[in-house]
């Protein structure tokens, strides 16, 4: 690590609330210093009085002025004004999810596109347990959006593929995400029983962004922590986080509730891994530690032999050549897996070369 490198981790207020202007925030910390952004900022939802049940009951809808902006130029101006500060604070390889509602998701998008951002995916948030359409004028509005993008075209953005497929049951994760809205023991109250953030989100969502989209030690940063999700999950997953809230008394919340987070023990951090983002162990490294010896003869599953040579190629016959090529010579294949198709023999027994590979591989992770 450089020592400009090293200034710059000294200087991250890791697993810390900051108060004050996100952008402020945001441009007062280490550039290239975030490995991901998630951002639930307002949606600028241009409410026009208040909004009554059938029954005449009151709707506890966000009127807060925090969501409040004179007009579109306003908030585009001020969407701008903060994806830029967090675009500053990412690393070259970081990527940033937004969410929002009709009301603002799409003008998000244009400036994410105009500011450089590369946009990956586009979520549908599927609520479960919407909110009712009281007036019946429009329909019930039951989703929300997320986009995904990196930090610019050519980022190597990272992506659990294997983790998020193995949390849907073995099936590839899709982009719509069926999840139900924040009720019951999740909903945060504060000291009068009501609400204590109108639109706190479910910590499932937060789950799955982070499992698919970080890995442990990474640094999450959130512009408007609100109740602090994000940081609750990034601590229990490991991850460190960084969130930015204007609002006394979300941070009071916020940090009340993830002090009372336990982190998960480091084994269990681990998730299903692409077979393509595993370490390259060439077969030659195997001969090489003495993990199999020079002379040593492979087998495949009908007894087929196959003599190992110093330089980590093979022989069997007139063929010669690596693990795959004579691999597939034998079977008179274009092309042949060799870890999976030569064995060794230990205590008597076969065992799949692979053993071997998946030792070394675990020795590179320890």
Same mark, same amino acid.
């Given at each position: ?44 939802l ?69 500011l ?30 997320l ?14 593929y ?44 937060l ?30 997953l490991?991850?460190?986080?960084? *969130? ?6 979300? #941070?009071?919340? @916020?940090?009340?509730? !993830?002090?009372?987070? =336990?982190?998960?023990? %480091? ?28 002379g040593?003869?492979l ?7 196959a ?30 897996? *060799? ?6 023999? #230990?205590?008597? @027994?076969?065992?799949? !070369?692979?053993?071997? =590979?998946?030792?070394? %591989? ?5």
């Amino acid at each position: 690590m450089t020592e400009t490198a090293m200034r710059g981790a000294e200087a991250l207020p890791r697993n810390t609330i900051l108060a004050g202007d996100c952008v402020e925030a945001m441009n007062a910390l280490p550039e290239a210093s975030v490995d991901l952004v998630f951002a639930d900022p307002p949606y600028n939802l241009q409410l026009k009085g208040e909004l009554h049940r059938p029954d005449n009951s009151k709707v506890d809808a966000v009127d807060d002025e925090w969501d409040r902006f004179s007009g579109f130029a306003a908030y585009d101006a001020f969407t701008r004004s903060w994806l830029a500060a967090a675009r500053r604070v990412l690393k070259p390889d970081g990527a940033i999810w937004v969410i929002g509602s009709y009301h603002n998701i799409y003008r998000v998008g244009a400036t994410l596109q105009d500011l450089g951002f590369w946009i990956l995916n586009d979520v549908v948030w599927r609520k479960s347990n919407p909110m009712p359409n009281f007036r019946g004028k429009r329909l019930t509005n039951a989703h929300e959006t997320l986009i995904w993008a990196g930090r610019s075209e050519g980022s190597k953005y990272r992506f659990n593929y294997e983790a998020l497929k193995a949390l849907n049951e073995g099936v590839q994760m899709r982009s719509d995400w069926t999840l139900p809205i924040c009720t019951g023991h999740e909903r945060l109250k504060d000291a009068d029983g009501e609400k204590a953030h109108p639109t706190q989100k479910p910590q499932a969502l937060l789950y799955r962004v982070l499992v698919g989209t970080t890995d442990p030690g990474d640094v999450v940063l959130d512009p408007f922590f609100g109740t602090g999700t994000t940081g609750a999950v990034a601590k229990m997953l490991g991850r460190d986080w960084i *969130g930015i809230e204007r609002e006394e008394s979300y #941070r009071k919340v @916020a940090e009340g509730r !993830i002090a009372g987070v =336990r982190a998960f023990d %480091r084994s269990a951090l681990d998730v299903s891994a692409s077979k393509r983002a595993e370490p390259r162990v060439p077969f030659g490294q195997l001969v090489e530690r003495g993990l199999l010896r020079p002379g040593e003869v492979l087998t495949n599953a009908r007894g087929q032999a196959a003599k190992v040579r110093a330089d980590g190629t093979l022989i069997s016959g007139e063929a010669k050549g690596s693990i795959h090529q004579v691999g597939a010579a034998i079977e008179g294949a274009p092309s042949c897996n *060799g870890w999976t198709y030569w064995h060794f023999t #230990r205590d008597g @027994a076969p065992v799949l !070369i692979d053993a071997l =590979r998946q030792q070394i %591989r675990q020795e590179m992770r320890s």
